[in-house]
Nanobody
Framework: QVQLQESGGGLVQPGGSLRLSCTAS????????MAWFRQAPGKEREGVAI???????TYATSVKDRFTISLDNAKKTLYLQMTSIKPDDTAMYYC????????????????????RGQGTQVTVSS
């Protein structure tokens, strides 16, 4: 069973930067999708970014040009580099992953992927 563990959350000031990490274990897919989604109190879940094994990435409009998703395949670690952070970015951030069929696109939104982590809290406040 795939296990995902997020880290890197915390308190950050508006305009600041933060990097989230997600380490995968028991992850043996050849073709796969990994993603970040978030949920703020009282709000619905929101897909943040998705990346596939080929490095193709998509972003939510709300984070495009501010966040960057990336993969270190050797370390089986997913990252989310967050810059120009806004108060609206305050949320619990979750990592998600699943296998995909060759040449099939990643499902979007990603919050019902087969594997999901426990989340890491990001709080934006001055």
């Amino acid at each position: 069973q795939v296990q995902l563990q997020e880290s890197g959350g915390g308190l950050v000031q508006p305009g600041g930067s933060l990097r989230l990490s997600c380490t995968a274990s028991n992850f043996f897919y050849l073709w796969y999708c990994m993603a970040w989604f978030r949920q703020a109190p009282g709000k619905e879940r929101e897909g943040v970014a998705i990346i596939d094994d080929a490095g193709n990435a998509t972003y939510a409009t709300s984070v495009k040009d501010r966040f960057t998703i990336s993969l270190d395949n050797a370390k089986k670690t997913l990252y989310l580099q967050m810059t120009s952070i806004k108060p609206d970015d305050t949320a619990m951030y979750y990592c998600a992953a699943e296998g995909r069929r060759w040449h099939s696109p990643c499902r979007d939104p990603p919050y019902d992927y087969n594997a999901r982590g426990q989340g890491t809290q990001v709080t934006v406040s001055s």
